[in-house]
């Protein structure tokens, strides 16, 4: 039970911890963030794209383009109130865009802000701009496409930009060293010494072999004797 409430406390910090950083960018510069949770290059992300709505006239934000940098791969998640719309180039599969358009009644109202997430594939690079359109009910529309100033100084209308890491080098294809050729092997022939027999046991062969033949010997002159007597 304890470690239930530990995790479900944790999951909870994450949580609000996440919304923290998007709010404290939002009141930080009221401009379109990006962020992406794997940001490494010629990888696949979820990129998720911070949009504000700045209107002075109090109208809401009802559509948002944002240019893809021509990605192989592209998809989007469903929104309440939001129908997004995937722009591909015929010639190469590629994707150029996606925009979301807000439902009748639906928007980004003044003082709020909304996150579009899409899935692709991010480019070998290392960053990517993203330039967005941003379109008021009033059809305004406030490009988001500045890249930033000499001397890094931020312009009134920057493109939401996003640093790309380096991947994992792929691991170096190593060659097989083939097995070395086993020698074949040779055997020492058994000296004299190893083939003989232990020399006890063949002297006590010997004598009994003697002594036996001593014994029939024996007999055989016995016999004969006695032969000559009858």
Do not use: C
């Amino acid at each position: 039970m304890a470690r239930h409430q530990m995790v479900t406390r944790a999951l909870t910090l994450a949580t609000l911890l996440t919304l923290s950083s998007w709010t404290v960018a939002a009141t930080a510069g009221a401009h379109v963030h990006v962020d992406a949770d794997h940001a490494v290059r010629g990888d696949y992300a979820l990129v998720t794209f911070q949009v504000p709505n700045e209107s002075e006239k109090g109208v809401p934000t009802t559509k948002v383009t944002i240019t893809l940098p021509n990605v192989a791969s592209a998809s989007t998640d469903v929104m309440a109130g939001w129908t997004a719309t995937l722009d591909r180039d015929p010639a190469s599969g590629a994707y150029r865009s996606v925009t979301f358009t807000a439902a009748p009644n639906a928007g980004i109202g003044v003082s709020q802000f909304e996150l579009f997430p899409v899935s692709i594939k991010l480019p070998d690079a290392d960053s990517v701009s993203f330039p967005v359109a941003q379109t008021y009910a009033d059809g305004t529309t406030v490009n988001w496409d500045q890249p930033p100033l000499p001397g890094g100084a931020e312009p009134d209308y920057p493109a939401p930009v996003l640093p790309l890491a380096a991947g994992p080098r792929e691991p170096e294809e190593h060659h097989a060293t083939p097995p070395a050729t086993a020698s074949p092997s040779v055997s020492a022939a058994p000296t004299a010494d190893a083939q003989a027999p232990p020399r006890g046991g063949a002297d006590n062969t010997a004598r009994a072999l003697a002594g036996g033949a001593l014994l029939v010997a024996a007999i055989g002159v016995g016999v004969a004797l006695a032969r000559r007597r009858t």
